[in-house]
């Protein structure tokens, strides 16, 4: 079955800096992918996604990148902001609408 | 819209009780899910419906667990009898088929409901 890894349970940065999260996958006919947010208290929350047909996808201060040869996407955070501090989960969706998800990398910005 | 409503937002029972959680889906989404959070396990998928038909139900834990949706706004996740470690944060989330909305699979998520089993 599919499992989700990251490299790195947490991340601090300051404020300004970019930031980074990574994460593995293991089903190279995964093809589909997508990051949330979740903020304390709440639910995970959409940031952008990426299809196995493309390597890299733009948001608005968040580019997406996907390495298919060794299974390996990332999500750069542009300008990290205090807003930005939460857990970041990579999903990685199997078909018939199951996804599974990362642990999750919290990120703390330091002001 | 409103997005998902998960009611109640925490809930505190004993163990051996009877638990219902509540959600209603956004509007014009046929795809309904259940998912428990916990630290130890991280974002489980426990099951998911469609057209209020139950699809996938093979990552609900124990015959404890029950889900239904009578209709297409409204779902329920029961759990009968309660244990401890049943003590979690329970996700609704729905989504739209593909070719809608933004034309992806994306699930929206409720706030969560925070059960606590004493």
């Known amino acids: 079955g599919e499992s989700v890894g990251l490299h790195l349970p947490t991340l601090s940065v300051q404020e300004g800096d970019n930031s980074i999260i990574n994460c593995a996958y293991s089903n190279s006919a995964s093809d589909y992918f997508i990051w949330y947010k979740q903020e304390s208290g709440k639910g995970p929350q959409f940031i952008i996604d990426?299809?196995?047909?493309?390597d890299k996808r733009q948001g608005q201060r968040v580019t997406v990148l996907l390495n298919k040869t060794v299974k390996h996407l990332s999500l750069q955070i542009a300008a990290t902001q205090p807003g930005d501090s939460a857990v970041y989960f990579c999903a990685v969706y199997t078909g018939g609408f199951k996804t599974i998800f990362g642990a999750g990398t919290r990120l703390f910005v330091k002001a | 819209d409103a997005g998902v409503i998960q009611s109640p937002r925490h809930e505190v029972t004993e163990m051996g009780q009877e638990v219902t959680l509540r959600c209603k889906p956004i509007?014009?989404?046929?795809?309904l899910f259940w998912y428990r959070q916990t630290m130890m396990r991280g974002l489980e998928l426990l099951i998911y419906f469609n057209n209020n038909v139950p699809i996938d139900d093979s990552g609900m834990p124990e015959d404890r667990f029950s889900a239904k949706m009578p209709n297409a706004s409204f779902s329920t996740l029961k759990i009968q009898p309660s244990e401890p470690r049943d003590s979690a944060v329970y996700f609704c989330?729905?989504?739209?088929?593909?070719?809608?909305?933004?034309?992806?699979?994306?699930?929206?998520f409720g706030p969560g409901t925070r059960l606590t089993v004493l």
């Open positions: 989330a729905s989504s739209a088929p593909s070719g809608t909305l933004k034309g992806t699979d994306t699930q929206y």
């Open positions: 509007s014009g989404h046929d795809y």
């Open positions: 990426i299809r196995s047909n493309m």
